[in-house]
T-cell receptor, first 116, second 114 residues
Framework: AQSVAQPEDQVNVAEGNPLTVKCTYSVSGNPYLFWYVQYPNRGLQFLLKYITGDNLVKGSYGFEAEFNKSQTSFHLKKPSALVSDSALYFCAVRDTVGGATNKLIFGTGTLLAVQP | DTAVSQTPKYLVTQMGNDKSIKCEQNLGHDTMYWYKQDSKKFLKIMFS???????INETVPNRFSPKSPDKAHLNLHINSLELGDSAVYFC?????????????FGPGTRLTVL
């Protein structure tokens, strides 16, 4: 079955330190991977995606993610965390079963808390 | 300018009632979606329309019926509301022609069934 796992419910990091939010996936075929962020009482905002090519993908707000095919991972990273980065982060993979749709399968979300 | 808008933002209603949530996008996208986010923040797709045609219909009770009058609008009607329908419902849109386009989400509608 196709799935996305975010093993950490919450990640705590001090402002200015690097942050990593983990994501692993399981799909048949080529994975199309996404990261979204949800601020309190808001909709999801797109951060970045991996389709093909360079394994290091750069996105919005200084975030980047590294695609690792052998480890089936797509971890989200940022060199220096800001308090304003505190939010709920979702990893997602496009469902490759079931035809030509843009159906996304979301992970359970990881709450990032950045302490000043 | 709001890209994807939903109305209402909050909806409080009694069990058994029928209610609708409206969604509009001004991004020129041809594909729209409805998602349900439960109290644990788990997000799951319910429906998707491409050019007014239903293309994704997940295992959702028949009480939920989407309607797309045109490419820019996707409404969700819910009959006979139940306590378990309480959740945040998100509308989203994307270009459907390429199957890895990012989706743009609305602000959500928080439905509370009493």
């Amino acid at each position: 079955a196709q799935s996305v796992a975010q093993p950490e419910d919450q990640v705590n990091v001090a402002e200015g330190n690097p942050l990593t939010v983990k994501c692993t996936y399981s799909v048949s075929g080529n994975p199309y991977l996404f990261w979204y962020v949800q601020y309190p009482n808001r909709g999801l905002q797109f951060l970045l995606k991996y389709i093909t090519g360079d394994n290091l993908v750069k996105g919005s707000y200084g975030f980047e993610a590294e695609f690792n095919k052998s480890q089936t991972s797509f971890h989200l990273k940022k060199p220096s965390a800001l308090v304003s980065d505190s939010a709920l982060y979702f990893c997602a993979v496009r469902d490759t079963v079931g035809g030509a749709t843009n159906k996304l399968i979301f992970g359970t979300g990881t709450l990032l808390a950045v302490q000043p | 300018d709001t890209a994807v808008s939903q109305t209402p933002k909050y909806l409080v209603t009694q069990m058994g009632n029928d209610k609708s949530i409206k969604c509009e996008q001004n991004l020129g996208h041809d594909t729209m979606y409805w998602y349900k986010q439960d109290s644990k923040k788990f997000l799951k797709i319910m429906f998707s329309y491409n050019n007014k045609e239903l293309i994704i219909n997940e295992t959702v009770p028949n009480r939920f019926s989407p309607k797309s009058p045109d490419k820019a609008h996707l409404n969700l009607h819910i009959n006979s509301l139940e306590l378990g329908d309480s959740a945040v419902y998100f509308c989203a849109s994307s270009h459907g022609g390429v199957r890895y386009n990012e989706q743009f989400f609305g602000p959500g509608t928080r439905l509370t069934v009493l």
